[in-house]
């Protein structure tokens, strides 16, 4: 991790952490979590950002009391059965679906192993949202009340608007920026792509 000025990181595939599902039954990489030391069990969390591998139809972990956003990065797509709402396919790569981590959640795989990409907050304190920027573009960031991550899923960029400091993000690296009071209310944060085919996940976390 290489932290860039005081509530700016920036994290590489070995700074992740790989671990078992809550419920044993599949593996993730857990790209960034708050608080830092918070856990699946003994700590609760306030929100967290994790990539994850489905290699078989099986049951998803619960998490009562969290919203969750999911999005299909690789593979064929899946379907997700719930106890209390209607199934979903997902099967459009880049386009996040929320449900609530409190349902019962069956996946069934359409065509084999899938990777997808999810966000996690804690309901009632927190609010994510999750979309995918192509090429080049605005991002505004409200620092009074949001965290912002960066992840490259495809591609390299490059950002600039940060007190005149241009910042390079390579494939599966994040770029953490901190809720902060010195800052204005809105910032706007420009994105140059390298490529044409560059693609990077944007989440917000608003405290609430």
Request: charged fraction near 25%.
């Given at each position: ?7 700016m ?7 992740y952490?790989?671990?078992p ?16 030391d918070?856990?699946l ?9 994790s ?33 209390s ?45 999750c ?25 390299r960029?490059?950002l ?28 706007i ?9 560059t ?10």
């Amino acid at each position: 991790m290489r932290e860039l000025s005081r509530g700016m990181r920036l994290l590489q595939p070995e700074d992740y952490r790989r671990m078992p599902w809550k419920n044993g039954l599949g593996i993730t990489t857990e790209i960034a979590v708050s608080p830092m030391d918070a856990g699946l069990e003994a700590k609760s969390f306030d929100w967290r950002v994790s990539i994850a591998n489905v290699e078989k139809d099986c049951r998803f972990s619960r998490f009562p009391g969290y919203d969750r956003s999911i999005m299909l990065i690789e593979g064929a797509g899946m379907e997700l059965s719930f106890d209390s709402c209607p199934s979903q396919r997902i099967d459009q790569p880049q386009k996040p679906y929320r449900f609530k981590g409190e349902s019962q959640t069956y996946c069934h795989l359409l065509d084999g192993l899938v990777r997808d990409f999810n966000v996690m907050s804690a309901r009632g304190k927190f609010k994510h949202v999750c979309k995918v920027l192509t090429s080049t573009g605005s991002i505004h960031w409200k620092p009074n009340s949001e965290t912002l991550l960066i992840y490259c899923l495809i591609g390299r960029c490059s950002l600039e608007g940060l007190r005149d400091k241009q910042i390079e993000i390579n494939t599966e690296h994040t770029l953490i920026l901190d809720k902060r009071s010195n800052y204005p209310v809105v910032k706007i944060l420009t994105m140059a792509a390298f490529s044409k085919d560059t693609l990077m996940v944007i989440v917000k976390i608003r405290n609430l």
